[in-house]
């Protein structure tokens, strides 16, 4: 029985997918408002970074309101898109784990970025998000809530869940000069097609590398999955609720733990 059919997180196909999970999703109209609030209570000028920006979808936002906005993305099909679309942000080449903006952020976004990276790892590199806060600066990071049904679907499959609240616990006893505040939102993913629904279903399952799984789903399983759980054949829809959780991280404007030069 063939195995799971995957998207490689380059090609056009994994594009198209994300494309159609923000056509079928309610998040960013929940998502914008909330962000615009905290930013225009912001003093100004103030600084902003995306740090993996995509396409900037959300970058967009910052931008409307922040100069200079920072957006980092690793990808240089994604760069090529971001300095055409956006021309005034200053697009930097890097991950989280490598870029440097060269000064001092006071609003920083990270949305759906750590399913791309070890989830061990999340700790240290949120810290070293951190160090480039200025006094005063925020990092918010966004990521589906653990008990999202995309979750519940990886773990039917023998992956584990997403946990960043589980997996940045540690932090509050690292960062002890930091204020670290956890907010939930809901949202929906609503589909009229049954193409859109796998497609959409697919591409978080790729959130997980096939060797997450403790057995390689097969294709029909995921298939049947989608089907049965996913798509209502007789209302002609499918879809699925899932919440959001945003956990902001706040440097007070006395703390040393944010540094007059960023750490390489």
Known sequence: MPLFRRFKWDSAEYSEA????????????????YLREQILQLAKPAV??????????????????????????????MRHILKQRLPRVRVLAGDIATACPPIQVDYALLAHVLYHLPDEQWPALVRRLVKFQAPGGKLVIIMKGKDSGCNLMLERFGAARFDLLGQLGPLSKQLTNVDIQTEHLQATITTKNYQDTETIARF??????????????????????????????????????????VCSIHTPRDSVEARSEPLP
């Open 204 to 245: 978080m399952m790729c959130d997980r590398g096939i060797d997450e799984f403790a057995t390689p789903p097969k294709e029909a399983d995921f298939v049947d999955y989608v089907k049965t759980e996913l798509w209502n054949s007789s209302k002609t829809r499918g879809g699925w609720d899932y919440g959001l959780t």
């Open 48 to 77: 902003a970074a995306d740090w993996g920006a995509g396409t900037g979808n959300l970058t967009d936002l910052l931008n409307q309101h922040c100069s200079p906005t920072f957006a980092i993305e690793p990808s240089p099909a």
């Open 18 to 33: 994300f494309s159609c999970l923000l056509r079928c999703s309610s998040e960013r109209s929940i998502l914008i408002p």
